[in-house]
């Protein structure tokens, strides 16, 4: 299991924020750049993950209150 995996939401959140404001600062190679672009790609999947399982915990949750 990769650690992108075991990373909570706001640890991936925290990091995600941390790589676009080293993007929008700028001044790096091109190849730092797409590896940061990348690294921000894997983040956002994974803060999306977090959020469709707490959405369907929510749901689910509702669904069994209205049972």
């Given amino acids: 299991m990769s650690d992108d995996e075991t990373m909570s939401y706001e640890q991936a959140r925290t990091e995600l924020a941390e790589?676009?404001?080293?993007l929008e600062r700028g001044g790096g190679s091109l190849e730092e750049s797409l590896a940061l672009w990348e690294r921000g790609e894997k983040?956002?999947?994974v803060c999306r993950r977090r959020l469709d399982g707490a959405r369907?915990?929510?749901?689910?949750?509702r669904a069994a209150r209205a049972d």
């Fill in 19 to 22: 790589v676009v404001e080293r």
């Fill in 56 to 61: 369907e915990r929510i749901e689910a949750a």
């Fill in 43 to 45: 983040l956002a999947d």
